[in-house]
Nanobody
Framework: QVQLVESGGGLVQPGGSLRLSCAASRSIFSFSAMGWYRQVPGKQCELVASMTSGGTTNYADAVKGRFTISRDNAKNTVNLQMNMLKPEDTAVYYC??????????????WGQGTQVTVSS
């Protein structure tokens, strides 16, 4: 069973920074891609940032230049450094891992989510 566990959320003032971490129960290279999503009550879950196993990154327009996704291979973690936070970044952030297999197709795994609140 694959497990993803997020940490690092909390309350921060506008303009501040937070670093989210997602610890995987197995090698992050076993995932075709890993990413961070966020959801606000009443709105659709949206992609924030993603990284393929080859290292290619993708960011939502709203966070480009402020957020950075990275990975620590030794710790099997994927991190999201969030700088210059804005109130509109307030959401529950979820870590996602995608495994693509010729025999099993595509499977997505999700963490339990961590709350990020940006408020003065």
């Amino acid at each position: 069973q694959v497990q993803l566990v997020e940490s690092g959320g909390g309350l921060v003032q506008p303009g501040g920074s937070l670093r989210l971490s997602c610890a995987a129960s197995r090698s992050i290279f076993s995932f075709s891609a890993m990413g961070w999503y966020r959801q606000v009550p009443g709105k659709q879950c949206e992609l924030v940032a993603s990284m393929t196993s080859g290292g290619t990154t993708n960011y939502a327009d709203a966070v480009k230049g402020r957020f950075t996704i990275s990975r620590d291979n030794a710790k099997n973690t994927v991190n999201l450094q969030m700088n210059m936070l804005k109130p509109e970044d307030t959401a529950v952030y979820y870590c996602q891992g995608r495994v693509i297999s010729l025999t099993r197709g595509t499977n997505d795994y999700w963490g339990q989510g961590t709350q990020v609140t940006v408020s003065s």
